[in-house]
């Protein structure tokens, strides 16, 4: 069974930065996928970004691309959103997710993730 908590939300202005923070408990290590998705009032959840945890292939989606980077600290089974260059359409709320499997040409199906956490709130001003 694994557990995942995010952390590091908040409010910045726009063309600020944070970085998010999902810690995992139970074992994560090995050939995993973890993503990111986001979920605005009123709109569906979408997948933001994505990491295999073997191997560290990396996949964006296309409004995050270039301003958003997915890490992971093996060492301590966590998992970063490192996001600059702040909108406020990125204002949502963030959930970190994870599956056994590895699917790249579909993750951003949310679906197909077994785990989640509980979300933090990202708010970002004009």
């Known amino acids: 069974q694994v557990q995942l908590v995010e952390s590091g939300g908040g409010s910045v202005q726009a063309g600020g930065s944070l970085r998010l923070s999902c810690a995992a408990s139970?074992?994560?290590?090995?050939?995993?996928?973890v993503a990111w998705f986001r979920q605005a009032p009123g709109k569906e959840r979408e997948g933001v970004a994505c990491i295999q945890t073997t191997g560290g292939t990396t996949i964006y989606a296309a409004s995050v691309k270039g301003r958003f980077t997915i890490s992971q600290d093996i060492s301590k089974n966590t998992f970063y959103l490192q996001m600059t260059s702040l909108k406020p359409e990125d204002s949502a709320e963030y959930y970190c997710?994870?599956?056994?499997?590895?699917?790249?040409?579909?993750?951003?199906?949310?679906?197909?993730?077994?785990?989640w956490g509980q979300g933090t709130q990202v708010t970002v001003s004009k």
């Open positions: 997710a994870a599956s056994p499997d590895y699917f790249l040409a579909t993750w951003g199906a949310s679906d197909k993730y077994v785990y």
């Open positions: 139970g074992k994560i290590s090995y050939r995993h996928q």
